[in-house]
């Protein structure tokens, strides 16, 4: 014996269009419901703040931290002299790669996000060009880049 649909009732179908309108408006409200009640601040206790650790009802001096020393950006220009290459760092000469490095360590141990421009001249080997990046990269600079001159010049 076959067992009657849901569906079918007396003989008649019940269309499903009109059987599904009011879940999908009870779906919607839920939706509406619950993205109006989210809260979206941000959580206070996962924020980094620096609490004082005294108890009691002496003020605490909050001490103000160092101001930070801005660089701008740290140009090193390669030049070629037909023979052996020759360094600069923000037109200062430097004598050696290695003298670049320490200077370039000093300047990161300050502030290692100074971005450094490496600004080779046409006439350098390449090879002196990537040792002068991985200098940069080995002092702990994360943003070293390339500079370039503009077409016709």
Known sequence: MRRSSPLVQRGNEIDLESA?????DVVFLL???FVWTAGFEIIE?????????QMGAE????AEPP?????????????WDGTAPNWSINDQPV??????????????????GAPVILHPQSSVP???VIETYDVAKVAGFTQ???AVNPPGR
């Open 144 to 146: 070293v880049a390339f």
């Open 67 to 79: 101001p930070e020393k801005d660089f701008e950006d740290v140009v090193i220009r390669i030049g």
């Open 20 to 24: 599904m309108t009011p879940m999908i």
């Open 31 to 33: 939706l509406i419901f």
């Open 126 to 128: 390449l090879g002196h």
């Open 95 to 112: 004598a050696s790669l290695e003298l670049v490095g320490q200077q370039l360590k000093t300047i990161s141990g300050i502030q290692a």
């Open 45 to 53: 206790q996962i924020l980094p703040s620096e609490m004082s650790t």
């Open 59 to 62: 003020p605490s001096v909050a």
